[in-house]
């Protein structure tokens, strides 16, 4: 019984990151939209500007929006870590989006509002996929990894004794975040 009860807290765990997941996303891809649209089709400007500024506008909100509750009960290894590493993977997400657009406009030669907001719906496609496994992987680590994660970077100054002078000790035990009731 065990394994079973092991297995469900996992996936529950799971099921919450995603649902929470799809809730900052969907806020932010009506930001991104709404954003992007009123830039380029309200005010006129070209269709890679209006979709870079409202992605950087979105991915802003994005950020503190899952690291506050989304992955609230993972690691904290530094904001300028975490943001420019966000910022890094957004900017591939912006370019999945971009690739999108230019195809639209320029391989198939279509242009407007349906069209222009198809572009962002395949762009938005392609790189939730990306997001969502790169920010866990790499933006939002698990708890027992931080420490690991600072010791290959070069902060020693947050790692086990036994890291620091050469020691061997026993292990660190690190509570489980996925026992956490709060999300």
């Not at 657009?101 to 938005?124: C, H, M, P, S, Y």
Request: hydrophobic share 50%.
């Amino acid at each position: 019984m065990s394994v079973l009860t092991g297995l469900y807290r996992r996936w529950r765990h799971l099921v919450h990151e995603l649902a929470k997941f799809g809730i900052v996303g969907a806020f932010n891809t009506v930001l991104d939209f709404g954003l992007a649209n009123l830039l380029h089709l309200g005010l006129h400007w070209p269709s890679l500007s209006a979709k870079t500024a409202s992605v950087a506008a979105a991915a802003t909100s994005s950020y503190f929006m899952n690291r506050h509750w989304t992955f609230r009960h993972r690691a904290k290894t530094g904001l300028r870590r975490e943001y420019s590493l966000f910022f890094l993977l957004n900017a591939v997400g912006l370019l999945i989006a971009a690739i999108c657009i230019l195809v639209v406009e320029r391989g198939f030669d279509k242009t407007g509002a349906l069209w222009f907001n198809v572009a962002q719906v395949a762009g938005l496609a392609f790189g939730m996929v990306f997001r969502f496994t790169t920010y866990k992987r790499w933006v939002f680590v698990r708890p027992d990894a931080a420490p690991a994660r600072r010791v290959a970077e070069g902060s020693l100054a947050d790692a086990p004794p036994e890291a620091r002078h050469g020691e061997t000790a026993e292990p660190v035990l690190v509570p489980d975040a996925r026992r956490d009731s709060r999300g």
